[in-house]
């Protein structure tokens, strides 16, 4: 028979050997995942404007298309550039911003909260191109709006999620989905109105995008995330319309 | 230790094969069985961890207090499917995605528990290994079987390379879209079941 101290010590020493086997295994495999996770993201960022890219050529092609990246506050100050793969203004890069961190900064009024902006020259034509970030029904959505140089056109989206119901809410990542935002645009006669996501929405109409049938709750945080989140750059887009 | 035992690897794959026989992991093998190549990842993930938890187990086997035991292999199990976890983050990272959360599932996958209390905790550690890696197999048979009807008919590809030809699809051919559904690929284990039985009466119930 095993005595009580004999099961507290077996137990103890098992679970501190599996700790230190899994800390060194976090902290070995940390860079090999950080860079899937960037490269993520710049395949995002491509995706946005509509540049096909694989894991492999992504690092490549966000340096060529994206010559500048900054990061603007709510003011819509610039404070910090990196042009050309130099850092011209500030010291933080822009693409390394974690964007839900700085949201919820800027949800608490927190005037240090800042998001990247990325500049794409494609075929000589600029684009602008903003992350998003939001609640879906079961978990986080994000994504990122190309706009033209008018800062109001949308040239290109791209939505993803974490865990919303395949089939349904979903859909918002399908190319489908997206495809309805180009030529949406978000100002009205230089007021912001930002474009709804609705159950039978009016092609037409710029500020309006058919919702996907079945997924309402997914469909009204992609609304609520276009509108919060861009709220954020208004001050910015105005800055440079002048 | 004894010899190489042939029959720990063969038994599994038909005869007491964990899926078709045993009807132990199904829930993952429904549903990540859309494609080829997460099928091929999960099947090679769960062998490894039933593999290896059978083999430390064994090893342990009688250190264990019998009181907390099952403590202890969860505790095996989470540490050996943490690890591949983290390896597929790090290595297969689309693939991973795909999996999301069922590589954390591995831990409750009937299988592992159930090998490691039906054999590990009795038998030798290299036989326990045999004995993993033969139910592992098993279960990859049934999810690449899966995964490769699955994928062929419902997305017309294998391991995302495209297999059914453009002109099929002009002449009118359509992709099935109830084969990357969960309820098709348990109708399809339902077949396997059904043929397997139909070949090896001894199976079958009185």
């Excluded at chain 1, 298309?65 to 819509?76: I, L, P, R, S």
């Amino acid at each position: 028979m095993f005595s009580n101290r004999y099961i507290f010590i077996y137990a103890t020493v098992l679970v501190i050997v599996s700790a230190a086997i899994l800390t060194l295994a976090s902290v070995g495999l940390k860079p090999y995942q950080d860079k899937n996770i960037r490269v993520e993201k710049m395949q995002q960022l491509l995706g946005a404007v509509g540049i096909q890219s694989t894991p492999k050529d992504a690092e490549e092609l966000f340096q060529k298309y994206f010559v500048e990246q900054h990061a603007v506050n709510a003011k819509g100050e610039i404070v910090a550039s990196i042009v050309n793969g130099k850092q011209t203004a500030g010291t933080i890069s822009p693409f390394g911003l974690d964007t839900k961190k700085q949201l919820a900064l800027y949800k608490a009024n927190d005037a240090s909260a800042s998001l990247p902006i990325y500049i794409c020259m494609k075929d000589g034509k600029k684009s602008y191109v903003v992350p998003v970030m939001g609640n879906g029904l079961w978990g986080p959505i994000w994504g990122n709006l190309a706009f033209s140089e008018d800062l109001n056109t949308i040239v290109g989206v791209n939505f993803d999620h974490k865990g919303e119901t395949p089939g349904l809410g979903a859909e918002i990542a399908t190319l489908d989905f997206q495809n309805q935002f180009k030529g949406k645009q978000i100002f009205d006669n230089d007021n912001f109105t930002s474009i709804k996501v609705m159950k039978r929405a009016d092609k037409a109409n710029p500020h309006q995008v058919d919702a996907v049938s079945g997924g309402t709750i997914t469909s009204n945080g992609v609304s609520e995330m276009l509108k919060s989140c861009l709220q954020f750059y208004i001050p910015y887009f105005n800055s440079l319309k002048k | 230790m004894a010899g190489f035992n042939f029959k720990l690897i063969k038994n599994p794959l038909s005869k007491e094969n964990p899926i078709t026989v045993q009807v132990l992991g199904i829930c993952s093998a429904l549903a990540v069985t859309a494609k080829l190549q997460p099928a091929v990842v999960m099947a090679i993930s769960v062998t490894v961890v039933v593999a290896f938890s059978n083999l430390i187990i064994s090893y342990l086997r009688n250190t264990i207090p019998p009181r907390i035991r099952i403590i202890v292999q969860l505790v095996i199990v989470s540490l050996l499917v943490i690890l591949v976890d983290q390896v597929l983050k790090a290595f297969v990272y689309d693939v991973s995605k795909q999996l999301s959360v069922f590589v954390g599932l591995i831990i409750t996958n009937c299988i592992v528990m159930g090998r490691l209390e039906a054999f590990a905790m009795s038998n030798k550690p290299f036989d326990s290994f045999l004995d993993g890696i033969g139910n592992g197999l098993g279960y990859a048979v049934i999810l690449i079987t899966l995964g490769v009807v699955r994928e062929l008919f419902g997305s017309g590809s294998l391991w995302g390379y495209q297999i059914i030809p453009d002109s099929f699809y002009e002449m009118g051919y359509q992709n099935n879209s109830l084969m990357i559904m969960p309820p098709m690929a348990l109708i399809l284990v339902g077949i396997i079941i059904w043929v397997h039985r139909a070949r090896n009466k001894d199976l079958c119930e009185k």
